[in-house]
C-alpha cells in the first residue's frame, strides 16, 4: 500500500495535476476568509466548503492520469484492482490533511478571530467531513466509471451542486448551514462528528461501487 501511495503521489506530483485543486482551494480561502473576524466556525465552514470542491477536482485528476496500458500495468503489479483505488483514495485523503492545517491556520492569519481549542477541533473534523465527500464523488466521477471526460464533468458539477446548495442535504450542506449560523464549537462537534461518520460511509460506498463498474469494464 505505502508503494502504491508513493507511486501515486510521485505521478500527481510529476505531471502537476495538483495545480488547479490548490489554486482552486487557495483562492477561495483567500476570498471567503480574508480579514474576517469574531468566532471561528463560520470561517471554518468556508474552509471545509473550499476543500469539498478542492478534493472533488484533485481525485478526478489523480484516477484519470493512468492510461490503459499504464493501469494494466499497475493492477498487475499491485494484484488486486482494489488496492490500487484505496490506494489513489489513500494518497487524496493525505493531501486532504495537509490541506487542512491550512485551511485551520490562513483564516488566524488574515483575520482577527477568537480561538479555542474547540474550535480548532471543529475546523479539522469538518474539513475532513468534506474531504471526504469531495473524494467520494471524485471517485465515482472518475476515468473509472465513465469513459468520456465530458460526461463526468457535468456529473461531477451536478453532485457537487446537491451537495453544497441543497437544503439539508448531508453531509456538506447541512455541515456548513450549522456551521455558518452557529458561533458555539462544542455543541456543533456531535453533529459535526456525525456528517464525518455519514461522508466516510459515503466515500466507501462509492468506492466499492467504482471498483465494481470499473471491473466490469476490465
Same mark, same amino acid.
Given at each position: 500500500?505505502?508503494?502504491? /501511495?508513493?507511486?501515486? !503521489?510521485? /505521478?500527481?506530483?510529476?505531471? *502537476?495535476?495538483?495545480?488547479?485543486?490548490?489554486?482552486? !482551494? %487557495?483562492?477561495?480561502?483567500?476570498?471567503?476568509? &480574508?480579514?474576517? =473576524?469574531?468566532?471561528?466556525?463560520?470561517?471554518?465552514?468556508?474552509?471545509?466548503?473550499?476543500? +469539498?470542491?478542492?478534493?472533488?477536482?484533485?481525485?478526478?485528476?489523480?484516477?484519470?492520469?493512468? %492510461?490503459?496500458?499504464?493501469?494494466?500495468?499497475?493492477?498487475?503489479?499491485?494484484?488486486? =484492482?482494489? #488496492?490500487?483505488?484505496?490506494?489513489?483514495?489513500?494518497? $487524496?485523503?493525505?493531501?486532504?490533511?495537509?490541506?487542512?492545517?491550512?485551511?485551520?491556520?490562513?483564516?488566524?492569519?488574515?483575520?482577527?478571530? @477568537?480561538?479555542?481549542?474547540?474550535?480548532?477541533?471543529?475546523? $479539522? &473534523?469538518?474539513?475532513?467531513?468534506?474531504?471526504?465527500?469531495?473524494?467520494? /464523488?471524485?471517485? +465515482?466521477?472518475?476515468?473509472?466509471?465513465?469513459?468520456?471526460?465530458?460526461?463526468?464533468?457535468?456529473?461531477?458539477?451536478?453532485? $457537487?451542486?446537491?451537495?453544497? +446548495? $441543497? *437544503?439539508?442535504?448531508?453531509? &456538506?450542506?447541512?455541515?456548513? *448551514?450549522?456551521?455558518?449560523?452557529?458561533? @458555539?464549537?462544542? #455543541?456543533?462537534?456531535?453533529?459535526?462528528?456525525?456528517?464525518?461518520?455519514?461522508?466516510?460511509?459515503?466515500?466507501? /460506498?462509492?468506492?466499492?461501487? %467504482? *471498483?465494481?463498474?470499473?471491473?466490469? #469494464?476490465?
Amino acid at each position: 500500500m505505502i508503494a502504491l /501511495i508513493r507511486y501515486s !503521489f510521485a /505521478i500527481v506530483l510529476h505531471t *502537476q495535476r495538483y495545480l488547479a485543486p490548490l489554486l482552486l !482551494f %487557495t483562492g477561495l480561502m483567500g476570498v471567503l476568509t &480574508v480579514n474576517g =473576524s469574531g468566532p471561528l466556525p463560520p470561517a471554518y465552514a468556508s474552509s471545509a466548503g473550499a476543500l +469539498f470542491l478542492c478534493s472533488t477536482w484533485l481525485t478526478m485528476a489523480l484516477l484519470s492520469l493512468d %492510461t490503459a496500458p499504464q493501469r494494466a500495468i499497475v493492477l498487475v503489479s499491485a494484484g488486486r =484492482s482494489f #488496492k490500487v483505488l484505496l490506494g489513489s483514495v489513500s494518497t $487524496v485523503l493525505i493531501s486532504c490533511l495537509i490541506l487542512t492545517v491550512l485551511g485551520l491556520l490562513f483564516p488566524l492569519w488574515v483575520g482577527s478571530y @477568537d480561538v479555542r481549542a474547540a474550535d480548532l477541533l471543529l475546523g $479539522v &473534523v469538518a474539513q475532513l467531513a468534506c474531504a471526504c465527500a469531495g473524494t467520494a /464523488i471524485g471517485v +465515482f466521477c472518475s476515468r473509472l466509471v465513465f469513459a468520456r471526460q465530458g460526461y463526468a464533468l457535468v456529473a461531477a458539477l451536478a453532485l $457537487v451542486t446537491v451537495g453544497l +446548495f $441543497v *437544503q439539508g442535504m448531508p453531509p &456538506v450542506n447541512r455541515l456548513l *448551514q450549522l456551521m455558518a449560523t452557529s458561533s @458555539d464549537s462544542v #455543541k456543533l462537534l456531535v453533529p459535526a462528528g456525525g456528517m464525518l461518520a455519514v461522508s466516510a460511509a459515503v466515500l466507501l /460506498i462509492s468506492a466499492c461501487a %467504482t *471498483q465494481y463498474l470499473a471491473t466490469r #469494464k476490465d
